[in-house]
């Protein structure tokens, strides 16, 4: 390994003496740091692509998840294509079994299709049952795999124009928002944030959404919150309850002009509140803010109060 030698000087006065003391300190460089991480495991067998009568896979549960995904299972049955199907990873013995060891679903998901005799393998030589348990465990580990979260998918699901993606998207749009991952309440775009991805396209799943009253809850944030508001989940859904059970009232210009002056954050803490000792739906506070804000103008400065109060509990 080449090395980079640095001199670094220390002076040190003591009277009209001044000693100088010099002290050599080796300092990697940025090639020396890539050769040190140079290391990796070998990676051992290649494996060979074969197409593998389906009948000829085994399965050993010593070596495989025990909780069988009946659900996979029937999806992959009734909407398989070779496409999406993936190459299943199998581990030949010595006694030339084959054990699969990624793709079990898979393998249960074509058993029962007589049109289907052959699929996709990619075939190693198994070192032995312990050798199959850490393939198995190196596949399928946090580590190496993760599964896309609403946030990640949201715009793939628009590329393909799948109909709930394509609403959620319309949604953002009236709402002058961009989706951000759940956690994050600023974006690098400028504009409102939103997460509740889940809570939002359950809502349109449903089919029976009011979108004109939707529209209307989405124009009324862009009136009481800031252009770069992060809008939490229970204040927009406690803004669409309450004009659902307003029939719409909720969002004219009066009660918009009486929701900014309360404040989002106290519409957002009061829907807190309603879940947390009413015990009602989340978003239902939003109604109980409506009719604090309805019985009296003074109303106002009650809930600003009670916002205070809120943050201080």
């Not at 803490?269 to 009719?291: D, K, Y």
Request: hydrophobic letters at 40%; aromatic letters at 6%; proline letters at 2%.
């Amino acid at each position: 390994m080449q090395a980079q030698a640095v001199k670094k000087t220390q002076t040190k006065t003591t009277g009209r003496k001044t000693v100088a003391k010099v002290a050599a300190k080796t300092v990697a460089t940025k090639d020396d740091k890539l050769a040190a991480a140079d290391y990796y495991p070998p990676l051992g067998d290649e494996g060979e692509f074969r197409w593998i009568d389906k009948n000829l896979l085994l399965i050993d549960d010593r070596a495989q998840r025990t909780l069988i995904r009946e659900d996979i299972v029937k999806e992959i049955k009734n909407n398989l294509r070779w496409d999406c199907f993936q190459v299943m990873t199998v581990l030949e013995r010595k006694s030339g079994k084959l054990l699969v060891a990624e793709g079990q679903h898979r393998k249960l998901g074509v058993t029962d299709r007589d049109d289907i005799t052959v699929v996709p393998c990619l075939v190693f030589k198994s070192k032995g049952l312990k050798h199959e348990a850490e393939v198995f465990n190196a596949i399928n580990s946090k580590k190496t795999r993760s599964s896309p979260r609403p946030f990640d998918t949201l715009k793939v699901d628009v590329v393909r124009e799948d109909p709930i993606a394509l609403q959620v998207n319309e949604v953002m749009q009236w709402m002058g928002a961009v989706i951000v991952r759940q956690g994050k309440t600023t974006n690098d775009e400028g504009k409102r944030s939103f997460s509740a991805v889940t809570r939002l396209s359950a809502l349109l799943k449903q089919g029976n959404v009011d979108l004109k009253l939707l529209k209307g809850v989405c124009e009324q944030l862009k009136q009481i919150t800031e252009p770069t508001a992060y809008i939490s989940d229970e204040l927009w859904n406690g803004l669409y309850v309450m004009a659902v059970q307003t029939n719409g009232r909720s969002l004219s210009a009066y009660w918009t002009k009486r929701f900014s002056e309360i404040g989002a954050e106290t519409l957002r803490l009061a829907a807190i509140r309603e879940v947390g000792n009413m015990g009602r739906s989340r978003g239902s506070g939003g109604i109980w803010a409506f009719g604090m804000g309805k019985r009296a103008d003074q109303n106002v400065q009650k809930m600003k109060k009670l916002n205070v109060a809120l943050l201080a509990a």
